[in-house]
């Protein structure tokens, strides 16, 4: 039985499932306020899913310069940058539709 689990935790680690320590500390936190909330959000061309999904969280992001895109199909997307210095970023984001 002690080898199935062994087995077990050897194919965790290598599917991702075992828990890892965090390698980048954490420089602060980015929330977001969007409209239309169903905006999607990336961070550092990773998406995030919607806005909505956000609303009232935060992501915690690493030192450094992140870029943030905000986007809607029919929409024009925002684009910002931050940089985390401690506490939380709220970035705004207002879409404006394509024109016709």
């Known amino acids: 039985m002690r080898g199935a689990a062994v087995v077990l935790t050897a194919l965790m680690a290598v599917a991702g499932c075992a828990p890892r320590p965090r390698s980048t500390p954490v420089a602060g936190t980015v929330g977001f306020v969007c409209d239309p909330p169903d905006a999607r959000i990336a961070i550092d061309e990773t998406d995030l899913g ?3 999904l956000w609303q009232g969280r935060g992501v915690a992001l690493g030192p450094g310069a992140h870029r943030v895109a905000v986007s809607r199909e029919g929409w024009l997307p925002q684009w910002s940058e931050v940089v985390p210095r401690g506490g939380r970023i709220t970035v705004q984001a207002a879409l ?3 024109p016709e």
């Open 96 to 98: 404006r539709r394509v």
């Open 50 to 52: 919607s806005c909505a």
